[in-house]
């Protein structure tokens, strides 16, 4: 059974910073792409950060420069370093985790991220 769990979420003020994390068993975690998403309310859903198996990264144009993606394979656990947040970046952010060759997807649960004074 493949399990996602994220944590990390909070309160933060403008300008502040968050870490999230992603704890996932179940999958042979080190040939996965791991990413996270969010969602704010009234908007699509969207990519935020990705990094893959061999540690190549990609970021949504907003949050390039502020967010930082990793991934410690020896932990099952993928990282999402969040600086300089914004009103803006208030979402649910999930964990996404896809195995390559058959484009199967796992998601968390999401963990709430509110940026606000």
């Known amino acids: 059974q493949v399990q996602l769990v994220e944590s990390g979420g909070g309160l933060v003020q403008p300008g502040g910073s968050l870490r999230l994390s992603c704890a996932a068993s179940g999958i042979w975690f080190s040939l996965c792409t791991m990413g996270w998403y969010r969602h704010a309310p009234g908007k699509q859903r969207e990519l935020v950060a990705a990094?893959?198996?061999?540690?190549?990264?990609n970021y949504a144009p907003s949050v390039k420069g502020r967010f930082t993606i990793s991934r410690d394979n020896a932990k099952n656990t993928v990282y999402l370093q969040m600086n300089s947040l914004t009103p803006e970046d208030t979402a649910v952010y999930y964990c996404?985790?896809?195995?390559?060759?058959?484009?199967?997807?796992?998601w968390g649960q999401g963990t709430q991220v509110t940026v606000s004074s």
């Open positions: 990094i893959a198996h061999d540690g190549s990264t």
């Open positions: 996404n985790a896809q195995i390559p060759t058959t484009r199967t997807d796992f």
